[in-house]
């Protein structure tokens, strides 16, 4: 493979402005589709598809085109930007949303500019479930299609949803949609259920606890890295995605269970990043020295070089 | 190592009564003692240090028994046994204790048999940290010693606690106790304050989502083994030491850390098992066959196998 891979992502691109107990953003780059692209772009190429207002500031144009980002599917559109104001609590665990303002999302319609159309990877970031069929419907060619949402469309659009399950290889959902959008109280047969609706690989994020990856009926579940001063969940389940299919749309053979699972430990690692900053902070100015470093520290923790088990004492 | 390891393990011996969404029992063998003793038992000799009341069912003492569990530290006081009684809700987090009745274990000294003053491992299960104190003060000669508590002593008897530290080799928690004990909100925070205090080795329990292994300043994550059908998280955390000290005391290098870490694996295992039936059920029953399947099992899902991981695109 001489050409780099590329993932087409649809998704938010907003202005978050964030409150922890470590630190608050005001106007900061945010989005589904900003936190994944970020990540994504340390392995292939992204392409990324979404809106923005005449407001949006070309600083943060310039920040994604370094990360060679293609913009040529952003649309800007006459209004605001979507913007999104959240707070988060000591245990980092659940947002409180303070405000949404929709703006140039409310009328956004996706459309794919003719380069578009052919990808290695279709990622469906969290958007309304109908815009993303439209996605799905205007991409001609790829090897895999993933998708990710939120308990808003869970709520109020299950049906276009279960709908989109059934033309999606990978889900990606934090455990608690995962348990509603199923109705099981367990998680493990909520992802068992989920992946009788279409899925063929799932992975459950958990936050702080990590990560369930199903496939081919068996669970790998992959614990998170280490994080004694986390700042700002957000964008942390989006930067975990596109660790995840970066590393993925590169892989020559995407299907194999360890592929699988080695992409789940470059989500764990970029999503890792994500919570380390505010907003984009860390995932904007990583180099690809420290992703080694971290890498290379998270497989020591999972002691990869394990020995060979013994058997109990009869 | 012809002989069998001992571990000298001192706990609750109870009669419990547990309630889950998936079933209950009335006066049912428990206790961190047993819970441990049948757990460890697969893998090493256990002499269990406690006291029961003259009602205790003698059919209990012979399952103790039938598990090679030496009884002659069990002392068998005049009044009844003591009882727990508890109700877990459906997502099996938290127990509500319905009624706590000491009886016997009100007045309960430990005094060590002879044959108890050596011992590869001695394990404190959960009691009162004075009375662990004591029990430590017997024991003259042993490889290493490990520790568990609970919230109950973290409120009344910090001081008394936080002196045994300095005295124990590995210290057992669940998350939020270690948060408790260290005042610090983040769970790796509280694990180095904790270790800072004396312990060489930290295991902390967090129950559904694994545990995390803390040595030589460098932490092991595990995940739970996946249970599509948990019955009663009742003594799992006695189980998982059971397991986790069982095959420690077996090892002839236990400070190795691939040593510890198979032993939280085999920790993982044993929790399992307890959380898969009511009380001790499982614990009781299961097979040395049983167990090497489900460590099989367990070390596929976390893919130890896994492949050398390539570094990221620069």
Redesign the interface.
Known sequence: MTE?PTIVAVGSVALDSIQTPWGKTQEALGGSAVHFALAAS??SRVKLVGAVGTDFPSRYLELLAEHQVDLEGLQRLPGKTFRWSGKFG??LNHAKTLSTCLNVFENFRPRLPESHRTADVLFLANIDPELQMEVLSQVQSRRLVALDTMQLWIDTKPEPLKELLAHVDLLFLNDEEAMLLSRE?????AG?RLQSWGPRALILK?G???S?LLYRG???????Y?????KDPTGAGDAFAGGFLG?LA?SANPWA??TL??AA??GTVMGSFAVEGMGTEVLSSVT?RA??ER?ADY?????????S?P????
């Open positions: 780099q340390y392995f000591k245990d109280s367990n998680i493990y047969r068992k958990k702080e606890h990590g369930l068996r669970w790998y579940p992959l614990p998170a280490p994080l004694e001063t986390p590393q590169a269970p360890s699972r080695q430990i470059y690809p992703i080694e890498l497989l020591a923790c999972l002691a990869a070089e394990s020995p088990i058997a109990p004492a009869a």
